[in-house]
Structures are given as structure tokens and as C-alpha cells.
T-cell receptor
């Protein structure tokens, strides 16, 4: 089944404790991206990747890192999480970049205390 | 600031009625996409309309695009309880300094009452 998976689905952590949220897709898509969703603010793009080893900032990249060492994986790293990063995070992928259909993962709900 | 902005923010109608949501954007686009999100879940792609298209249909969905007004509308006909969800538009905007972002609006929360 074609899908985007994220892990973990739920995470409670404390300020400053490094964490990684994994994202994997099995559709051989080149374009992958991370979004955060907050009430009243909709979805905002954090980072995106056009292909392996090619990443770029979205609208809200501060406090986040990403890597794209393999085509299928696009982890989101929070080196020193803060409470304002409490949010619902989504990973998405697409076969032909931002202009075509995005396939979303199920989301990761993060709470930073 | 958000490229796409949906209107209204919330809409509540009776089952069987039609629901119309609007999306406005600020810069030129190539494509505009509509997505649905059931509470707390991942977004699901509904329909994509290209800048040279004016109208597109998919089942009970009808999307229009007016590039002169920089706006799009999503019409859901004969609504059902299962249509209760949030609906988002997404636009691809121009490439600025090499950046190829996809920008989502804040969404319209649609409630279908039985």
C-alpha cells in the first residue's frame, strides 16, 4: 500500500531534550516536506526537500533541522525543543514537487513541557 | 503571511444542502489544490486545478478558479454527514530566490448537520 508513515504518532517531552520524528514514504517520491499545524494558523511549511541531499527552508524553519540521505526518508530533528514547538506535525511527499498532489502522513502530535 | 486564505472560517449546513468555500491568494500561481482533513488526521487531496483551467469537477465536488481575482471556490453538492471536515486550499506561488514552497490557507471548518 502506498503510504507515508510517521513515528512516533504522539510524543511528550521536556524542554531541551533532543528528539527526532521520522518520516518514510514508499512511493519513490522526490519531493518531501514537513508542516506544522496550529489552531488559527493552518498548515505552515517547515522544510522541504526536492531530492536526496537537497533541502530548503519553508516558512517556519527556526528550531528545526532535516536531512535527506535516502530518497524514502526525511526525518525532522528538534535539537532543543521549546514549548512553542508544541504542535501537530505532518510529513508529506509528492512525485513531482509542490505543484502536484501531496500525500500526507497521519501526523505526529508533540507536546513540549 | 499566508498565500491562501479560506472563507468562511467555519460553515454549518444541513445535510443535503450545498456547501461553498472560497480561497483567495496573493501572487500568481501554476496550480491550486484543495485538501480535506478529518479531525486531527492527515490531509487528503481532493482536486487540483491548473492556472489555465476555469472549472473542474470530481464527483460531488466542483472547483472554480478565477486568476484575475486570485480566487478559487470549492462547491460540495448534496452534502453528507461524512463531508464534515476541514478544507484547505494550497497554492504554489512564484519561485523566490530558488524557494519552491507550497502554502496552505487556514482552512474552512465544515459541519454537516443531520
Amino acid at each position: 500500500e502506498a503510504q507515508v508513515t510517521q513515528n512516533p504518532r504522539y510524543l511528550i517531552t521536556v524542554t531541551g531534550k533532543k528528539l527526532t520524528v521520522t518520516c518514510s514514504q514508499n512511493m519513490n517520491h522526490e519531493y518531501m516536506s514537513w508542516y506544522r499545524q496550529d489552531p488559527g494558523l493552518g498548515l505552515r511549511q517547515i522544510y522541504y526537500s526536492m531530492n536526496v541531499e537537497v533541502t530548503d527552508k519553508g516558512d517556519v524553519p527556526e528550531g528545526y533541522k532535516v536531512s535527506r540521505k535516502e530518497k524514502r526518508n526525511f526525518p525532522l530533528i528538534l535539537e532543543s525543543p521549546s514549548p512553542n514547538q508544541t504542535s501537530l506535525y505532518f510529513c508529506a511527499s509528492s512525485s513531482q514537487g509542490r505543484r502536484e498532489t501531496q500525500y500526507f502522513g497521519p501526523g505526529t502530535r508533540l507536546l513540549v513541557l | 503571511s499566508q498565500q491562501g486564505e479560506e472563507d468562511p472560517q467555519a460553515l454549518s449546513i444541513q445535510e443535503g444542502e450545498n456547501a461553498t468555500m472560497n480561497c483567495s491568494y496573493k501572487t500568481s500561481i501554476n496550480n491550486l489544490q484543495w485538501y480535506r482533513q478529518n479531525s486531527g488526521r492527515g490531509l487528503v487531496h481532493l482536486i487540483l486545478i491548473r492556472s489555465n483551467e476555469r472549472e473542474k469537477h470530481s464527483g460531488r465536488l466542483r472547483v472554480t478558479l478565477d486568476t484575475s481575482k486570485k480566487s478559487s471556490s470549492l462547491l460540495i453538492t448534496a452534502s453528507r454527514a461524512a463531508d464534515t471536515a476541514s478544507y484547505f486550499c494550497a497554492t504554489d506561488g512564484p519561485i523566490i530566490q530558488g524557494a519552491q514552497k507550497l502554502v496552505f490557507g487556514q482552512g474552512t471548518r465544515l459541519t454537516i448537520n443531520p
